[in-house]
């Protein structure tokens, strides 16, 4: 109780804007509470509130970043962490007052980072528009809470990329986009073509534009009527061909079609796309480019008797995309345990091995398939016990950070001579607690930090969880 009461006493004191600077060094010294406490006071010495900017405790830098009294020069700095307390920070609009241009002196990471939040004003959007810097600008107006005022200016603005920013703003209105995709400049045609928000008569006049770029991107927007991407799927160039495959609602016609493309790079998007139709998988399984049958491999509608021949392609990593599909039959997969290392080291990570080519593999000459039967999720618990105690410690590390892993194995793996077997336990998501505390304690620094990084992640989730409840 007298011990609680001190402490009480020694909050106050951090708290209290008359406490001297020598006694605020102190006290941020003593406990990460208290010098949480100090980088709040808004009379903290700037000296002090730059070495707690430096702290590993995100709570301590995060009151830095709201503190009027930070070095400026550190409170940009973490601003691009922590955006909301620079912008609520008193000492930005004393600063907007006394610093002319102050868009110009601050970094363009941190901008980034401001612009990124949906709560910045009218005002200081302003005040960015007339800064010299067209990185800035372009910040502004690619911002969705920048308002139509805003974007009607900087879509009039000289530097090509700032009206593009405007251009790919979702919420750019429709009368601006339209006025946009007259530019002059290309790119800023391709990025109106590109917006989710262009409307279909809109797409349509793009759709016949002279620069096959534009008319690529219009392939792509899902929103182009099936009509125009039918058309533009016959298109003369390749870059608009391609587009039409990147878009999710192609028709399977369309793709059918495209499976004959003479260009590779096509055949290959078609090999990739997820509504590919089994009759072109089949065909793209014979293209004589290896890179198609790469993703006619790695491809989860595949047919067995595709995968079947692609089991027996001379180019070795077909055969490890389809070691690694997990879809490929049983039978294949007992065909491959038997192809080489490469081979043996995709089929390793496939989530559907029954136990027993697991248990072969586990066996395997090389550690690095081991290590990767370690590290599949689900491998099962004896195989886990036999190389948990794998005398390579590349083995047991994958094997300590397998979600699936029991706790009782983890415990083991906790303790392991190897502290990258130690980390790996650290970051895996199913340590529980006092594992955790106890490699927090670990003599080799990058175990503790993770293993105190995983502590306090824990311990947000629990403070969320309750304050919800």
């Given at each position: 109780?007298?011990?609680?009461?001190?402490?009480?006493?020694?909050?106050?004191?951090?708290?209290?804007?008359?406490?001297?600077?020598?006694?605020?060094?102190?006290?941020?010294?003593?406990?990460?509470?208290?010098?949480?406490?100090i980088?709040k006071?808004p009379?903290?010495?700037?000296e002090?509130?730059?070495?707690l900017?430096?702290?590993?405790?995100?709570?301590?830098?995060?009151?830095?970043?709201g503190?009027?009294n930070?070095?400026?020069?550190?409170?940009?700095?973490?601003?691009?962490?922590?955006?909301?307390?620079?912008?609520?920070?008193?000492?930005?609009?004393?600063?907007?007052?006394e610093?002319?241009?102050?868009?110009?002196?601050?970094?363009?990471?941190?901008?980034?980072?401001?612009?990124?939040?949906?709560?910045?004003?009218?005002y200081?959007?302003?005040?960015?528009?007339?800064?010299?810097?067209?990185?800035?600008?372009?910040?502004?107006?690619?911002?969705?809470?920048t308002?139509?005022?805003?974007?009607?200016?900087?879509?009039?603005d000289?530097?090509?990329?700032?009206?593009?920013?405007?251009?790919?703003?979702?919420?750019t209105?429709?009368?601006?986009?339209?006025?946009?995709?007259?530019?002059?400049?290309?790119?800023?045609?391709?990025?109106?073509?590109?917006?989710?928000?262009?409307?279909?008569?809109?797409?349509?006049?793009?759709?016949?534009?002279?620069?096959s770029?534009?008319r690529?991107?219009?392939?792509?927007?899902?929103?182009?009527p099936?009509?125009?991407?039918?058309?533009?799927?016959?298109?003369?160039?390749?870059?608009?061909?391609w587009?039409?495959?990147?878009?999710?609602?192609v028709?399977?016609?369309?793709?059918?079609?495209?499976?004959?493309?003479?260009?590779?790079?096509?055949?290959?998007?078609?090999?990739?796309?997820?509504?590919?139709?089994?009759?072109?998988?089949?065909?793209?399984?014979?293209?004589?480019?290896?890179?198609?049958?790469?993703?006619?491999?790695?491809?989860?509608?595949?047919?067995?008797?595709?995968?079947?021949?692609?089991?027996?392609?001379?180019?070795?990593?077909?055969?490890?995309?389809?070691?690694?599909?997990p879809?490929?039959?049983?039978?294949?997969?007992?065909?491959?345990?038997?192809?080489?290392?490469?081979?043996?080291w995709?089929?390793a990570?496939?989530?559907?091995?029954?136990?027993?080519?697991?248990?072969?593999?586990?066996?395997?000459?090389?550690?690095?398939v081991?290590?990767?039967?370690?590290?599949?999720?689900?491998?099962?618990?004896?195989?886990?016990?036999?190389?948990?105690?794998?005398?390579?410690f590349?083995?047991?590390?994958?094997?300590?950070?397998?979600?699936?892993?029991?706790?009782?194995?983890l415990?083991?793996?906790?303790?392991?001579?190897?502290?990258?077997?130690?980390?790996?336990?650290?970051?895996n998501?199913?340590?529980?607690?006092?594992?955790?505390?106890?490699?927090?304690?670990?003599?080799?620094?990058?175990?503790?930090?993770?293993?105190q990084?995983?502590?306090?992640?824990?311990?947000?989730?629990?403070?969320?969880?309750s304050?919800c409840i």
């Amino acid at each position: 109780m007298e011990a609680e009461r001190n402490f009480d006493r020694l909050l106050e004191e951090a708290k209290d804007e008359r406490t001297g600077r020598d006694r605020f060094f102190e006290l941020a010294e003593i406990d990460p509470q208290l010098a949480k406490a100090i980088a709040k006071n808004p009379c903290a010495p700037p000296e002090l509130l730059q070495e707690l900017s430096q702290s590993e405790d995100a709570a301590i830098r995060e009151s830095v970043a709201g503190n009027p009294n930070v070095p400026i020069k550190i409170l940009w700095e973490l601003g691009k962490e922590f955006p909301q307390q620079l912008l609520d920070n008193p000492i930005l609009s004393l600063l907007q007052l006394e610093t002319p241009n102050l868009s110009d002196k601050i970094p363009h990471e941190t901008i980034t980072c401001l612009f990124k939040l949906e709560t910045v004003p009218d005002y200081l959007c302003q005040q960015f528009l007339t800064c010299n810097s067209p990185y800035t600008r372009c910040t502004v107006a690619k911002n969705p809470q920048t308002s139509s005022r805003l974007l009607e200016y900087l879509a009039q603005d000289s530097n090509f990329n700032v009206r593009r920013g405007v251009a790919q703003n979702p919420n750019t209105p429709v009368p601006l986009l339209e006025y946009l995709a007259q530019d002059s400049d290309s790119w800023v045609r391709r990025s109106v073509a590109q917006n989710p928000n262009t409307p279909v008569p809109l797409l349509e006049h793009l759709a016949q534009e002279s620069d096959s770029w534009v008319r690529g991107e219009v392939a792509q927007n899902p929103n182009t009527p099936v009509g125009i991407v039918e058309h533009l799927a016959q298109d003369s160039d390749d870059y608009v061909r391609w587009g039409v495959t990147k878009n999710n609602n192609v028709s399977i016609l369309l793709l059918e079609r495209l499976a004959k493309d003479s260009n590779s790079e096509i055949r290959i998007d078609v090999a990739k796309h997820p509504n590919t139709p089994l009759r072109a998988l089949e065909r793209l399984a014979r293209d004589d480019n290896c890179s198609v049958r790469y993703q006619v491999a790695a491809h989860l509608r595949t047919p067995a008797d595709s995968l079947r021949e692609l089991a027996r392609d001379s180019d070795g990593i077909v055969r490890s995309f389809v070691a690694a599909n997990p879809n490929t039959p049983v039978e294949i997969l007992q065909q491959l345990i038997r192809s080489n290392y490469d081979v043996r080291w995709y089929l390793a990570s496939n989530p559907n091995l029954p136990p027993s080519l697991v248990a072969q593999l586990a066996k395997d000459k090389s550690f690095q398939v081991c290590a990767r039967v370690a590290g599949n999720p689900n491998t099962p618990v004896e195989i886990l016990e036999r190389l948990a105690k794998d005398r390579n410690f590349q083995v047991r590390r994958s094997a300590a950070g397998n979600p699936s892993i029991p706790v009782r194995l983890l415990q083991q793996l906790a303790r392991d001579s190897s502290c990258e077997v130690r980390q790996s336990a650290a970051r895996n998501p199913k340590t529980p607690i006092p594992l955790l505390e106890l490699l927090a304690r670990d003599r080799i620094c990058s175990v503790k930090e993770l293993a105190q990084k995983a502590l306090k992640s824990l311990q947000m989730v629990a403070e969320k969880t309750s304050a919800c409840i």
